[in-house]
């Protein structure tokens, strides 16, 4: 094992500015949460997470400071409102902390794998068990308080089968009905509905709060989206006589002050959209009816596509920061010559 102190790797580097960044935004975020929930059992959850933001943040800027590295802007007290009236229920604010934890153990995960240095290993394996026990501790208190929303019952299977007919992996037939949908399809139909679900909420009250008319539009636009997708995924369900899951719709208030800046819900926005395309992409993968993986391709472009769109409003006014990039060496030629 190398024993000296070695330069962060790009991937290093890039793992520590994306945590840098994210673990700004939530602490905006939770930050809020804290200040207006109220439930004597979120409570601690939203504080737990909150302060898990904090301490990550301190502990990424050490390195930022350690590795002499520009520390990002990312997200700071001028992005939140902490003074703004409540504008999601108790149940919303632990639903959203579980939800994001789900998205903070891929993101971990990931971390991890492209890391090399002890030391990232070792934080970034911490930041994983971290928010693993906050996912955990957050679905309890849904569990106990009725607001889980459980993926569908099957029947339990009698027997071990093999695939028989390679008719198995198609979804379209004209003269035959489509196969049951199997339990790895139904778990990842239900976990996009659920994301879905969460991202049209957001998006709609991001949208109520926001005084700029193209992001207005912008987050509508979203919550449309995620909509429609949610249709879709509710449709092939029923198609199975499966009912989708679904939870209360009392969530956002009608307070149109806005705790967010813009910058922050734009940002979060392009995170979630992020998320999602990953998900459909591992949902396409991990399906074997050819229908459902068309459908995830077809709705990963839509995503993309509305996700491009935030990121030229994001540019349009300055906000999106630019992650570290290597010296372009042509240009860097270019200069020395016209010297």
Known sequence: MTEHHTQ?????IASVWNAYMNDSMSKCVLSYFFKIVEDK??????????????THLEKLIQIFQDEHLPLPTGFT?????????RLYTDSFILQYIAHMAKVGMI????????????????????????????????????LSKGLYIRSPYIPYPTKTDYVDSKKYLSGY????????????????????????????????????ISPNEKIQKWMLRGRDI????????????????????????????????PPFSDKLTMYH????????????????????????VLNYERLSLEVAQYAKDGADIMIRNEWMEQPPTTVDKEQLTKKKTNK
């Open 8 to 12: 962060l790797t790009s991937a290093e």
């Open 41 to 54: 059992d979120i409570r601690p959850i939203t504080e737990l997470a909150n302060n898990l933001s904090t």
């Open 77 to 85: 007290n001028e992005d939140v409102n902490l003074n703004a009236p």
């Open 107 to 142: 993101a971990y995960s990931g971390f991890i794998s492209m890391c090399a240095r002890k030391d990232l290993k070792t934080y970034f394996m911490a930041g994983l068990q971290e928010t693993s026990d906050l996912f955990d501790k957050s679905t309890d208190v849904l």
């Open 173 to 208: 037939s004209l003269f035959s009905k489509q196969r049951p949908l199997n339990a790895i399809e139904i778990s990842h139909l239900y976990m996009n509905n659920l994301t879905n679900h969460i991202g049209s909420k957001l998006s709609l009250s991001f949208a109520q």
């Open 226 to 257: 995620s909509q429609k997708h949610m249709k879709i995924f509710t449709s092939t369900l029923l198609s199975n006589d499966i009912q989708s899951p679904i939870s209360s719709d009392v969530s956002i208030t009608n307070s149109t002050t």
């Open 269 to 292: 926005m392009g995170l979630l959209s992020a998320a999602g395309t990953g998900n459909y992409a591992m949902s396409a993968a991990a399906s074997q009816r050819t229908d459902l």
